[in-house]
């Protein structure tokens, strides 16, 4: 875990050291150039030494984790590593000061050294005192703590054999201890059974507990005499190419003692070569358990033979990346167990067979809480079943138990199988990931994670690091995906064209997560219920479910880099002004659904501040100071009650997402439904913004629009019809822009666009001229091919649009409203063949909606709303069944009756509101 802030730590030496950074310290301490280059040696030598100590740690992964000893040390590292982050903040605060008191040279009692340079003599002076303890430090590990390659004191190991235990206890489960596995063991058995000769690789991918191990040894005890030879073996992380080798042999040539003696001496390359001869008229079966990497995988299947005679090669696997390896329709993903199964299998084992495993009545309350507490893993149920087996069996001790599960699977000796086999996939994150993953622990169970805002909050905390050309987004958003192949995140749902949009951890993870941030004053989180002010080092501060004034409570404050508040419930936020002052170093300010009404003058001394949310707060402006904030990535002040923002905000050149829209109609169908900001002059000058929602158009802002290159995400509002020329050549610059909404500023003005042809989503409100479908390169199959979703709302077409739209064969969300004046809609065979969502909203004239068979043949979701004048189910609507959703909104009773008779959606569930 010190690992993380090391690396923190080292990034932000890296910032300070960097050139831009560096030329700015010359510039602004010209006359102590000797102290500065100095200082800036010191943190050029701590960030080595930091780094060869992080590179170590990382290698020794949990070794010694036990070890009180090494423990200790660990926390002496934190503490320098948090020091050593103090001080390099400090120089840049001292670095960035937009006034610097660099004049203060006489007073009328003699001469005074400049305020900063003994501030800059202070922080050097710090740095050559965290030298010294860095080389202590490195002394004292020599001395005292076990060394990393010490076989007899690496409990990394231990660890890994304990799991491993664990796994031969799963390869020897009964038919009876195993629940939930029917269809699986089914599908794995047809596949082992396949007619196909050709070698097959089959994946059991899933994470860590959900009985993986125990379902593929299951099928093989019943189906390895099929095969004419077979071997089981374990890989894990510390696996060793040669013996594994060598166990597979070994089971292979069971009955041949003198093959297997012989391999004694052997070395990889007649390992492989006995094993490759021995195979290659053979009908195998090989399981190769707990798969961690591609590598590993590609090492041991180079020994392998793909002989034509209808082999089998299953891998168990926590990782998406390596059962990716399996063949074509190949991979098997297990599931956490749904609640009535969960509850067999822990009435299975926490009540004897006398009893016929029956919960006692006066129990079954608690014991379902406890089993909803284990989140359907096979392992937490079935060990805290074992568990509870040898309690008393009063309410009192059950209560008891179900009030602290959590700390039980934390501290409990008899559960710490369960710590082990999670504890592994996190303890092989590398670093980087590993502080995005402890991050997400700080947010309440059960979190529903949007993946933009996520992604913006791990930037700003400075956990993203540069690749290549791609943006900080595009890197995040790949630790991300890797997390979620790595089972440590779930994925909870897609967007309608395939990317990550929200997500949440596993309730037995975060529980152990949550442990470790605390260890490591990573963060914390606040609760009501908690009681208690949070450690004084901690650098996060999360707060939720909190609904008094927490003033009193919090101490150590001027520690904070980060806080958060997750729902709206507090009354009052009245610490605002005071981590205004105190909290200098603050660099995520999130306090969005807060009543606050008021920013302070003071947050403009908050040099470090990277992220600020205010949305969906009371704030109606912001002071002039902000335009102080020259380090900020993100301000959010969407649906907040500001109308303007000051004109210094144009001074924020780093900044790269601005929200400041204001919603007017949430339900989105008054014309006038949003409003963005006037930025009168100096928009150009934002050249790093990759969101800008909204922009009231002008001929100020539109003069500069071109400017803003990077750009993926633009929302303008207001917009004239003798705009648009200058919009298009603005909008032919940004190479990158993906989604554009473009609102004109009254009913009769006429958009004319032609936009870019990489755009993925499209928003336009306002008239279109007849024929613009036909005309713009956007609705061309060449130019539109990438567009996913469209909105048109208040095109007044009179003209079908279908037959152009048709083109964009990539659509997957469509929405009309007000977009449309004719009488009669078609939906023909072939058209939008990925559309998903289909919405038809306030179209007045609409009489008719025809779909026939082929058409849409990937929808979803179907909305119709406020058709006044649709007198009739659309006929083909049963081509389009069974729909996930279907819902026809604001209809009349008439056409309730209609519905109700309608032999096409007979049997599917749909939604409907009669209309007003």
Not at 110 to 123: E, T, Y
Not at 423 to 442: E, Q
Not at 861 to 881: A, C, D, Q, T, W
Request: charged share 25%.
């Amino acid at each position: 875990m010190a690992e993380i802030v090391i690396l923190l730590a080292i990034k932000k030496i890296g910032n300070a050291l960097a050139n831009g950074a560096a030329d700015q310290a010359s510039t602004q301490f010209a006359k102590y150039r000797m102290q500065l280059k100095e200082l800036q040696g010191n943190m050029g030598r701590a960030a080595r030494e930091l780094r060869v100590m992080h590179d170590v740690l990382y290698q020794m992964d949990i070794r010694n984790c036990d070890d009180q000893v090494y423990e200790g040390w660990l926390e002496e590292v934190r503490k320098v590593a948090h020091v050593m982050e103090d001080m390099v903040d400090e120089y840049l605060y001292l670095v960035g000061r937009q006034q610097d008191t660099m004049c203060c040279f006489y007073l009328k009692k003699g001469f005074r050294k400049p305020r900063s340079l003994l501030s800059l003599n202070q922080i050097a002076f710090k740095v050559k005192e965290i030298e010294k303890d860095l080389a202590h430090l490195s002394e004292t590990k020599k001395r005292w703590v076990p060394m990393i390659n010490n076989p007899d004191t690496s409990s990394s190991k231990y660890i890994v054999k304990r799991s491993q235990d664990l796994a031969n206890i799963s390869r020897s489960l009964d038919d009876e201890d195993l629940v939930g596995v029917d269809k699986n063991r089914e599908k794995l058995e047809q596949w082992l059974a396949s007619d196909d000769l050709e070698c097959s690789v089959i994946a059991l991918l899933g994470m860590g507990g959900l009985g993986k191990t125990s379902l593929a040894a299951n099928v093989y005890r019943k189906e390895r005499d099929k095969f004419q030879c077979h071997a089981w073996v374990s890989i894990s992380q510390t696996y060793s190419r040669e013996d594994v080798l060598r166990n597979i042999i070994k089971e292979l040539f069971r009955d041949k003692v003198n093959v297997i003696s012989n391999t004694a001496a052997m070395d990889i390359a007649c390992l492989e070569v006995t094993m490759k001869r021995f195979l290659e008229q053979q009908r195998y079966l090989i399981i190769l358990d707990d798969v961690w990497t591609p590598e590993a995988f590609d090492d041991l299947s180079r020994a392998l033979i793909h002989n034509d005679k209808g082999s089998r090669l299953i891998i168990t696997t926590r990782e998406g990346d390596v059962a990716a390896l399996a063949s074509r329709g190949h991979i098997l993903t297990l599931e956490a167990l749904p609640e009535e199964l969960a509850w067999d299998l822990f009435c299975k084992k926490a009540y004897p067979r006398d009893t016929n495993h029956e919960c006692p009545a006066e129990l079954k309350p608690l014991s379902k809480e406890i089993v909803n507490k284990c989140k359907g893993l096979p392992l937490v149920t079935v060990s805290v079943g074992s568990l509870l087996r040898v309690r008393e069996k009063t309410i009192d001790e059950w209560r008891r138990i179900n009030d602290q599960l959590s700390w039980e699977l934390i501290n409990n000796s008899r559960l710490g199988h369960i710590r082990n086999v999670l504890h592994l996939s996190f303890i092989y994150l590398p670093t980087h990931l590993k502080s995005c993953f402890l991050y997400c622990s700080l947010f309440p169970e059960d979190y529903l994670f949007k993946r933009k805002r996520l992604i913006r909050l791990w930037i700003a905390e400075g956990f993203i690091e540069e690749r290549g050309e791609s943006t900080l987004e595009e890197v995040a958003e790949g630790y991300l995906k890797e997390l979620i192949d790595r089972n440590m995140i779930q994925l909870v749902e897609r967007n309608s064209f395939g990317r990550i949009k929200e997500f949440k951890m596993h309730d037995i993870l975060r529980e152990l997560a949550v442990h470790l941030c605390q260890k490591d004053c990573f963060g914390v989180t606040y609760e009501d219920k908690c009681g208690k002010s949070p450690e004084m080092d901690v650098r996060r501060l999360v707060l939720h479910n909190v609904t008094k004034d927490i003033y009193q409570t919090l101490s150590g404050m001027h520690r904070f880099r980060t806080v958060i508040t997750v729902d709206n419930s507090m009354p009052t936020f009245t610490i605002l002004p005071l981590l205004c002052k105190k909290s200098r170093y603050m660099t995520v300010l999130e306090l969005s659904g807060l009543p606050i009404e008021k920013i302070p003058d003071a947050i403009g001394d908050l040099f470090n501040l990277r992220h600020l949310g205010l949305r969906n707060s009371k704030v109606k402006m912001l002071p002039m100071s902000v335009d102080k904030l020259s380090n900020l990535l993100t301000l959010d002040l969407a649906r907040s009650d500001i109308h303007e923002v000051p004109s210094g905000i144009v001074k924020l050149k780093k900044l790269r997402h601005l929200f400041v829209e204001k919603k007017i109609d949430p339900n989105w169908r008054a014309f006038k439904c949003s409003s963005g900001v006037h930025i009168a002059s100096g928009l150009g000058n934002l050249t790093n913004l990759q969101t800008l929602r909204a922009l009231e158009a002008h001929d100020g802002s539109i003069r500069h629009l071109g400017e803003l290159r990077q750009l993926r995400s633009l929302r303008l509002w207001n917009v004239k019809g003798l705009y648009c020329g200058r919009i298009r050549d603005s909008l032919v610059q940004m190479r990158y822009l993906s989604n554009l909404s473009v609102s004109a500023s009254d009913e009769n003005e006429v958009l004319l666009l032609n936009v870019l042809p990489n755009l993925r989503k499209l928003v336009l409100r306002g008239r279109l001229a007849e024929g613009a479908l036909n005309d713009s390169l956007l609705f061309q199959p060449v130019g539109g091919h990438n567009l996913y979703r469209l909105s048109l709302s208040w095109s007044q077409l009179r003209g079908d649009p279908l037959p152009s739209l048709s083109r964009l064969s990539n659509l997957t969300q469509i929405h009309f409203t007000r977009a449309y004046n004719g009488e009669h809609l078609a939906f023909l065979t072939g058209w939008f063949p990925k559309l998903k969502t289909l919405q038809l909203r306030d179209l007045p004239n609409l009489k008719q909606l025809e779909i026939q068979q082929g058409a849409m043949a990937s929808l979803e979701r179907l909305f119709l709303i406020n058709l006044n004048s649709m007198m009739e189910v659309p006929p083909g609507i049963e081509f389009l069944m069974p729909l996930q959703r279907l819902g026809f909104h604001e209809i009349t009773s008439d056409f309730l009756l209609l519905l109700r008779q309608c032999y096409a959606i007979q049997g599917t569930q749909w939604q409907h509101s009669l209309r007003e």
